[in-house]
Structures are given as C-alpha cells and as structure tokens.
C-alpha cells in the first residue's frame, strides 16, 4: 500500500533530521515567548505547544522503526533577540528549518511519511506566513531547488 | 515500488494493432501508438492546468475588487504564477507528443458577485487546490512530490489572507 520499504535507513534519517529541527524550535519558541506580550506571546505558547506534539509524533515514529530518537541539544545558538521584531523574525527562521527539514520527509518514498511530512510542512508555513505578515510562494524549498522561471 | 502501468498498455497496443490492419480502415496515422506519456507529466500537466485555473479566478476577482481587496490580493495572485513558472520548468515533453496548450484556461465559469462572495470562492480554491496536490503526492517522483507539497502549502497560507481581507 505504502510504498517503499518501512526499514529504509534514508527515511530513519529524514525522520531524525526533522525531529532534530523540532527540538531547535521547541528550544527556540522558549526564546520567542519570552520576548513577547499578549497576543503574541499567546501565539507563540500555541506554537511551541504544535512543535511538542510534532516531536513526540517523530520520536514515536523513530520508535516504531526501531531506532533512537535523536536527543535535543543542551543548548542552541541563536540569533540575538533584543525585540518583538526580532522575536518574531526568529520565529520565522524556526519555521523555515523545520519546513526544510519536513520536505526531506516528503521525498521520503512511503506514503504515510510523505503526507505527515506535507502535512507539518503545511502547518509549518501557516505559523511562519503568521510571524512573518505575509506568506511564500515555495515554503521550505530552498531557493536553489528553484529553476529559474521562464518567460513565456 | 513503481508501478509498470506501459506494460500492460503495450500489451493491449500490440493487440489492437493487427486488429485495426485487419479493419483496413485508416492509415499509418490510426496505427501509430499515441506517444507515452510519462506518469509525471500527466501529474504536472494536470497541476499546471489547476494554476492556470486559480490565476483565472484570480483575474475575474480582481476585476471586480476594492482597492484595498486588489493590494491584498496581488501578492497572492503572484505567487501562483511563481508556481505555474516553476511547474512548467519541470514539464519536460517527450518527443512527438503533442504540445502542451501554453493558452491559460478561458474565464472560470460561476464567479459569485459581491466581494465577500467573491473572496470566499477564492478561499474555497484555495483550499481544494492545496488537498488535490496532497492527494497527488502518493505516485510523484521524490522531487516533484516536494514541489507539489510546497505549493500546498503556499496555497493553504493563502486561506487566512483571503478571510482577513473578507473581514475588512
């Protein structure tokens, strides 16, 4: 039904690296929060709450195939937050890695990875299209990926 | 893991051609096997055809919104041409097929008047347009499978934008 194989070490990794992206952003949303006020702190406490439920999703993933979910970091670096602006602005880059790293899960060839992975990758796009105040043409798609257009 | 659907569809060509010598009716042209058409080029061809689709909608709201219903739709209406430039960069045809049709789809038919009528048929496209691509992902290639869920995306962050300017 699923394609693929469920043992397939290039979709373990894939699930790693996207659980690695979520505990930089359930770390970091710990850094936005704490800059923020109202409204926006509130939304930022639903966000780093969404990006728990993903890590555990990943982790029980991991678990099932047998492996070692990946551990967070004791630290991360980030960058300086002095600012709501700047709070938000690292929202956005939190959201951005974890969008990445959720397309790598939709190359991923079986099926039930590939739409958790677009699923997220969704959900991702709709928070950072929220701190950012505008929204992306190709959330999470590198600008290398991107064939330059065509004039036609 | 990929399924061999030329197989079979080979198989039915090769006995269908003696059937239609035998008939007697037609020339080279009615013998000549359609040109296969690679799975991923029925996907992005049908991909393509919704976007030109979403920028037709697009273009009959626009023609009939507010200055500040126009400002919000414009950089949504130019992310979607971003996806069509981007999925007709990976149509790669195959030799004697037919071309493709670069004509946009004419005027979609069924645009409500009214402008809050009017955004909440563009947030109802939106969000079919973004399930059908989700509902494409199983049988793509792993690349196109990626394209396909990022312009998902875009596409669902457009929902919140077009109920924002619906509430104005």
Same mark, same amino acid.
């Given at each position: 039904?699923?394609?693929?194989?469920?043992?397939?070490?290039?979709?373990?990794?894939?699930?790693?690296?996207?659980?690695?992206?979520?505990?930089?952003?359930?770390?970091?949303?710990?850094?936005?929060?704490?800059?923020?006020?109202?409204?926006?702190?509130?939304?930022?406490?639903?966000?780093?709450?969404?990006?728990?439920?993903?890590?555990?999703?990943?982790? #029980?993933?991991?678990?099932?195939?047998?492996?070692?979910?990946?551990?967070?970091?004791?630290?991360?670096?980030?960058?300086?937050?002095?600012?709501?602006?700047?709070?938000?602005?690292?929202?956005?880059?939190?959201?951005?890695?974890?969008?990445?790293?959720?397309?790598?899960?939709?190359?991923?060839?079986?099926?039930?990875?590939?739409?958790?992975? #677009?699923?997220?990758?969704?959900?991702? #796009?709709?928070?950072?299209?929220?701190?950012?105040?505008?929204?992306?043409?190709?959330?999470?798609?590198?600008?290398?990926?991107?064939?330059?257009? @065509? @004039?036609? | 893991?990929?399924?061999?659907?030329?197989?079979?569809?080979?198989?039915?060509?090769?006995?269908?051609?003696?059937?239609?010598?035998?008939?007697?009716?037609?020339?080279?042209?009615?013998?000549?096997?359609?040109?296969?058409?690679?799975?991923?080029?029925?996907?992005?061809?049908?991909?393509?055809?919704?976007?030109?689709?979403?920028?037709?909608?697009?273009? !009959?709201?626009?023609?009939?919104?507010?200055?500040?219903?126009?400002?919000?739709?414009?950089?949504?209406?130019?992310?979607?041409?971003?996806?069509? !430039?981007?999925?007709?960069?990976?149509?790669?045809?195959?030799?004697?097929?037919?071309?493709?049709?670069?004509?946009?789809?004419?005027?979609?038919?069924?645009?409500?008047?009214?402008?809050?009528?009017?955004?909440?048929?563009?947030?109802?496209?939106?969000?079919?347009?973004?399930?059908?691509?989700?509902?494409?992902?199983?049988?793509?290639?792993?690349?196109?499978?990626?394209?396909?869920?990022?312009?998902?995306?875009?596409?669902?962050?457009?929902?919140?934008?077009?109920?924002?300017?619906?509430?104005?």
């Amino acid at each position: 039904m699923s394609g693929g194989s469920a043992a397939s070490p290039a979709a373990t990794g894939e699930l790693q690296a996207a659980l690695a992206a979520e505990h930089a952003a359930v770390y970091g949303y710990g850094v936005v929060g704490a800059y923020l006020t109202g409204t926006s702190r509130a939304s930022a406490t639903s966000d780093w709450l969404a990006h728990q439920v993903a890590r555990d999703a990943l982790e #029980a993933m991991l678990r099932s195939r047998g492996a070692q979910p990946v551990a967070a970091a004791a630290g991360y670096q980030l960058p300086v937050v002095r600012t709501t602006a700047e709070a938000a602005q690292l929202a956005v880059t939190l959201e951005d890695r974890v969008a990445t790293a959720y397309l790598g899960l939709v190359a991923v060839s079986a099926t039930a990875i590939r739409r958790f992975g #677009a699923r997220q990758l969704q959900a991702s #796009a709709l928070r950072a299209a929220g701190w950012r105040g505008s929204t992306v043409a190709f959330p999470g798609l590198p600008a290398s990926s991107l064939a330059a257009p @065509r @004039r036609d | 893991m990929a399924a061999h659907p030329t197989r079979r569809v080979v198989l039915a060509a090769a006995l269908a051609l003696p059937l239609a010598a035998a008939s007697g009716c037609g020339g080279a042209d009615v013998l000549a096997a359609p040109p296969h058409q690679a799975p991923d080029v029925t996907l992005l061809r049908s991909a393509i055809t919704a976007e030109q689709l979403m920028i037709a909608r697009y273009g !009959a709201v626009l023609a009939g919104s507010s200055a500040a219903v126009t400002s919000a739709l414009q950089p949504l209406l130019a992310e979607h041409r971003a996806h069509l !430039a981007q999925l007709r960069s990976r149509l790669v045809v195959p030799a004697g097929s037919p071309a493709p049709s670069q004509r946009a789809p004419g005027a979609p038919a069924g645009v409500p008047s009214g402008q809050d009528a009017a955004l909440a048929y563009l947030r109802d496209a939106e969000q079919t347009a973004a399930a059908a691509l989700l509902a494409r992902l199983p049988g793509a290639p792993a690349s196109l499978a990626q394209l396909f869920a990022s312009i998902s995306a875009s596409e669902a962050t457009h929902v919140p934008v077009l109920d924002q300017a619906a509430a104005r």
